[in-house]
């Protein structure tokens, strides 16, 4: 029988593919004599954080603090407020879900120029173009959340003549937290592509979508990848925050019983 | 004469589906008096748990008339008259034992040393002491079920209603489980209507057996036990047990033909 990885050997496998994937990255860019504007050598791009480390770090606030999580707060309360309001009116269910579908279905980066002009260049338009982008997955995972709870529970809950708001506190928003973290997870990959993206309709001189335009243009393209291979790690760090927050929280769900 | 604590007379329900209306109870007449253990039994979709759902006030009857403790089952629920045990546990995962005891009594606003006391004697009474701070997930599922018993008795209603509370068990623990409702049922000097579709359960249980046949949903017997208050498990190989369970299995035999 396989044993079950120790915490040394899943931190190692990936690790040391991740590597042996520089180290050939590495070894190709020199052996085939790549041009540098094409493909730097992770060797350059990690020189190049070093000694811009400073404007990197003022790029990640701008962009990640000021910009994403702003955006992740402010859409995710709204797509949870709204769930709740749809939730408790049934003609809103009927009337504004379609309406809602079909914002949803919009590209919404397409909406960057407009909040841009709504919202001005600073971190502000940005947060916009965010929490428009989460508040659709908050919105439609909280709504199936709140129907997680199953009939006999519901009838539990009747018995015990609970109103609404004890039935929403005592079981159904429980019932819909992992739902609701789902949302939440699929919200921080959104919200980096929507603050970088967002950058290139316009912004001051600082943010991570702003360096990669600005550095593109004149062919400087290790701090391209530099500034993207910080938002990777961002992605994934908010990523792993998130399930770290979901594992405590639903601690109770089969998927985290252990 | 005293007044029933349950009176049913000529209760008619009919829903409505895709392929027409169906009757799922026709014209049923039920007095249950105080301190009875009354027994709903009969196969599939002879309309017990309809019943005994209809007495809870979850299902509104389409005829008749019907009182709980003198007021209509929907005043009955809201005085919160009766604890209601459904089929599966349906305990709440993100709660203790002890928290999912304690349910009803937050809703129901119980004063934080009361639930706590109440919560320890109700558990104690289905011989779960000790289990309070244990999740659901970690209890086998007769001790769920005890547990789901523990929580509809904790306010302390007059009336218990059971829908087939021991149907997924197996023989042995569902034994074990009958002795101890019955065991309460002294103790505690409730009004119990029980769903089973066991004929050896519903003998051995109860004061009063009422068969029921489907196809209409309607009451074809209703039997009064002469069997004594205090019943050992051998009971079930006394005469009297078999002649009453011969009675019953005469009376399912007669709603199926009919």
Redesign the interface.
């Known amino acids: 029988m396989r044993q079950k990885d120790t915490q040394f050997e899943r931190i190692a496998y990936p690790v040391g593919f991740g590597l042996l994937v520089l180290v050939l990255w590495e070894i190709g860019v020199h052996l085939f004599n790549v041009s540098p504007a094409l493909l730097p050598a992770p060797s350059a791009i990690g020189a190049a954080i070093a000694s811009s480390a400073a404007i990197l770090w003022g790029d990640w606030v701008q962009t990640v603090l000021k910009g994403a999580l702003n955006g992740i707060w402010m859409g995710s309360l709204a797509g949870i407020a709204l769930a709740l309001v749809v939730d408790r009116f049934v003609f809103l269910k009927r009337g504004l879900m379609p309406v809602a579908n079909f914002f949803a279905a919009l590209p919404i980066v397409g909406l960057a120029p407009i909040m841009v002009m709504w919202f001005g260049f600073d971190w502000h338009s940005k947060a916009a173009v965010v929490a428009i982008m989460v508040f659709f997955p908050m919105l439609v995972n909280t709504l199936a959340g709140l129907s997680a709870a199953d009939t006999m529970q519901r009838d539990l809950m009747r018995t015990y003549a609970a109103g609404h708001v004890a039935t929403l506190m005592k079981l159904r928003i429980p019932a819909a937290l992992p739902f609701v973290f789902t949302g939440l997870k699929i919200s921080t990959t959104l919200a980096l592509i929507g603050a970088i993206v967002a950058e290139y309709f316009g912004s001051p001189i600082r943010g991570m979508g702003f360096r990669i335009t600005t550095e593109m243009g004149r062919l400087a393209t290790d701090m391209v990848w530099a500034e993207i291979f910080i938002s990777a790690l961002t992605g994934t760090a908010l990523y792993g925050l998130v399930a770290l927050i979901e594992k405590r929280v639903t601690f109770w769900h089969p998927s985290h019983r252990g | 004469m005293k007044k029933p604590v349950i009176d049913v007379s000529g209760v008619d329900l009919t829903f409505p589906t895709n392929d027409g209306a169906v009757q799922a109870l026709k014209n049923v007449d039920l007095q249950i008096n105080k301190g009875d253990f009354v027994s709903f039994i009969g196969p599939s979709g002879c309309g017990k748990t309809t019943l005994l759902r209809c007495i ?3 299902e509104t009857p389409t005829d008749g008339q019907l009182t709980v403790n003198g007021l209509t089952p929907t005043e009955a ?4 008259s ?3 045990v ?3 546990a ?1 305990l ?3 709660r203790t034992i002890g928290g999912n005891v304690k ?2 009594l ?3 606003r119980f004063s934080k040393e009361e639930q706590a006391k109440r919560v320890r004697k109700v558990l104690e009474l289905v011989d779960l002491e000790g289990f309070e701070k244990k ?1 659901p ?1 970690q209890l086998s599922g007769g001790m769920q079920q005890r547990a789901s018993i523990a929580r509809a008795l904790a306010f302390d209603a007059d009336i218990l209603l059971m829908d087939e509370p021991f149907g997924a068990l197996d023989e042995i623990v569902r034994d074990h489980l009958n002795e101890q409702v019955l065991k309460l049922w002294a103790r505690t000097e409730k009004t119990i209507a029980f769903v089973t579709h066991s004929i050896p359960e519903a003998v051995y249980l109860s004061t009063k057996i009422v068969v029921m046949s489907p196809r209409p949903g309607r009451i074809t017997d209703i039997i009064e036990s002469p069997l004594p208050k205090e019943r050992p498990l051998e009971i079930r190989d006394s005469p009297e047990f078999i002649e009453i369970a011969h009675r019953v299995r005469d009376g399912l035999r007669a709603g199926h033909e009919g």
């Not at chain 2, 629920?77 to 919160?80: F, I, P």
């Open positions: 809870a006030g979850l629920r809201k005085a919160r009766y604890g209601y459904f089929q599966a349906g709440y995962p993100w349910l009803p937050e809703i129901m999740y997930w």
